[in-house]
C-alpha cells in the first residue's frame, strides 16, 4: 500500500507570495495533520483534521489555513510569505481521531524555501 | 516554553554499544509518548511508543523506559548499527484532548561509528 504522499517534493518562492501544498492519506485514514520543520528543531503542530473539520490548531498566524477533501486528501495554504516560513512541511494521516493512540503515519515532506 | 525537552543533541557512539537518548516533558496532561526516526530526507517514522502505565516497553533492540513521577523518559538502542544513524525525536500528546497533536523535543542526532 501506498503511504503518506505530498506534493510538491521540492517548492520556491519569494516573499509575500502564496503557496499551496498538498497531501494524500493512506488509504482509509480519515484524519492529516500538517507540522512545520524547521531545520535542526522538532516538528511543531499546526492543523489536524478529521471528517473535513478542523479539529486542532497550532500556534501559527492566520495566514496559515489549510481544508481537507470528500477523499480525506488535505491542502495547506500560506498566504504572504515570510523568510521564516522556510522549513520542510509534513503532513501525517491516521485511522481516525477516537483514539489518541492511533500511530501517525508522516510523508516525506515538502521542502519549501522563501527568497 | 518547551514542553518536551530533549538531550543529548547529538550523540556518537561505537558499532555494538549502547544508544541513550532522554526526555523530559512538563504536562502532566500527556499519556502517550512515541518515539520518531527520521532519515535525511525522509519524513519522521514511528519507531516505539509507550503509555504510562507501564515503566518500560522492548521491541528488538529498542527499549523505552519511563519514569511517571519524574516526567521523564528514555530511548535505549542495543547493540547500535552504522545503520541506526539517524536524528530522534522524543514526542509526547495528550490522547484524551481534542485533539492529537504531537509535541516534539527538539531532536537527537545520532551517529554510529562502523
Known amino acids: 500500500d501506498a503511504g503518506v504522499t505530498q506534493s510538491p517534493t521540492h517548492l520556491i518562492k519569494t516573499r509575500g507570495q502564496h503557496v499551496t501544498l498538498r497531501c494524500s492519506p493512506i488509504s482509509g485514514h480519515k484524519s492529516v495533520s500538517w507540522y512545520q520543520q524547521v531545520l535542526g528543531q522538532g516538528p511543531q503542530f499546526i492543523f489536524q483534521y478529521y471528517e473535513k473539520e478542523e479539529r486542532g490548531r497550532g500556534n501559527f498566524p492566520d495566514r496559515f489555513s489549510a481544508r481537507q477533501f470528500p477523499n480525506y486528501s488535505s491542502e495547506l495554504n500560506v498566504n504572504a510569505l515570510l523568510l521564516g516560513d522556510s522549513a520542510l512541511y509534513l503532513c501525517a494521516s491516521s485511522l481516525s481521531r477516537v483514539r489518541g493512540t492511533d500511530t501517525q503515519y508522516f510523508g516525506p515532506g515538502t521542502r519549501l524555501t522563501v527568497l | 516554553q518547551q514542553q518536551v525537552k530533549q538531550s543529548p543533541q547529538s550523540l556518537i557512539v561505537q558499532k555494538g554499544g549502547i544508544s541513550i537518548i532522554n526526555c523530559a516533558y512538563e504536562?502532566?496532561?500527556?499519556?502517550?509518548f512515541p518515539w520518531y526516526q527520521q532519515f535525511p530526507g525522509k519524513g519522521p517514522a514511528l519507531l516505539i511508543a509507550?503509555?504510562?502505565?507501564?515503566s518500560e516497553k522492548k521491541e528488538g533492540r529498542f527499549t523505552i523506559s519511563f519514569n511517571k513521577s519524574a516526567k521523564q523518559f528514555s530511548l535505549h538502542i542495543m547493540d547500535s548499527q552504522p545503520g541506526d544513524s539517524a536524528t530522534y525525536f522524543c514526542?509526547?500528546?495528550?490522547?484524551?484532548?481534542?485533539?492529537?497533536?504531537?509535541?516534539f523535543g527538539k531532536g537527537t542526532l545520532l551517529t554510529v561509528n562502523p
Open positions: 504536562n502532566t496532561a500527556f499519556d502517550y
Open positions: 514526542a509526547a500528546c495528550n490522547s484524551g484532548g481534542s485533539n492529537y497533536k504531537l509535541t
Open positions: 509507550i503509555r504510562p502505565d507501564v
